[in-house]
């Protein structure tokens, strides 16, 4: 694996609806989601939604299940571990991490747009690169460490039906649910919608 981040940019598309995100518990939210096999209009604008509710909901990536959107592709805007921000849409994603000597943990807060509010320290790789398509199907691969190598992860685990409370021990579990409940009064139903 590179050691450093590899810039991508793209330009995300503008003008989509925002919608209410949808929460861990839904059944969308805990399955694989259907691969991308058509790159079209209809595709181009899902992904503009996307981008709209994840500014909305101000996070740094959001993939179409949380939108209640049973489809393999997400969006991204994230810094990385020099603060340079990196943008995209993955379809179809698929994550190459460290392994061996090469894996590197950081153990740092995450949180998940599905359940609004709460953090807790997960333990990531902290490296990553996702390979997957653009909305045209050409092949596409972003590279970062960081809070851009958690986000690049935690997308693709929801692609994969994986919400990061999934790689909590029981403990850690109860304690994020327990803050996101707390919190709820903050994030109605239909938020940020």
């Known amino acids: ?7 991508r940019s793209s330009t995300l598309p503008d003008g989509g609806t925002v919608r209410p995100i949808t929460r861990w518990g839904e059944p969308v939210m805990h399955r694989v989601q259907e691969p991308i096999t058509v790159f079209d209009d209809e595709l181009r604008a899902l992904a503009a939604d996307m981008v709209a509710t994840m500014y909305a909901a101000d996070g740094v990536g959001l993939a179409a299940c ?4 049973d489809r393999a592709i997400f969006v991204f805007d994230c810094p990385d571990d020099q603060s340079v921000h990196h943008q995209g849409i993955v379809c179809n994603p698929e994550i190459l991490l460290p392994e061996g000597r090469d894996r590197k943990l950081d153990d740092d807060d995450e949180g998940c747009l599905s359940l609004p509010g709460a953090f807790i320290e997960c333990a990531r790789p902290d ?14 691969s972003y590279s970062g460490r960081g809070l ?4 690049l992860q935690h997308e693709t685990d929801h692609c994969k039906g994986t919400v990061f409370g999934d790689r909590l021990n ?6 994020l649910h327990r803050q996101a409940e707390s919190l709820a009064d903050e994030f109605p139903p239909g938020w940020p919608a």
């Open 170 to 175: 029981k403990r850690f579990r109860k304690r």
């Open 66 to 69: 949380q939108i209640g959107v």
């Open 127 to 140: 490296f990553a690169r996702v390979e997957g398509q653009d909305l045209d199907g050409n092949p596409v």
């Open 1 to 7: 694996m590179p050691d450093a981040a590899t810039p």
């Open 148 to 151: 851009l190598a958690r986000c």
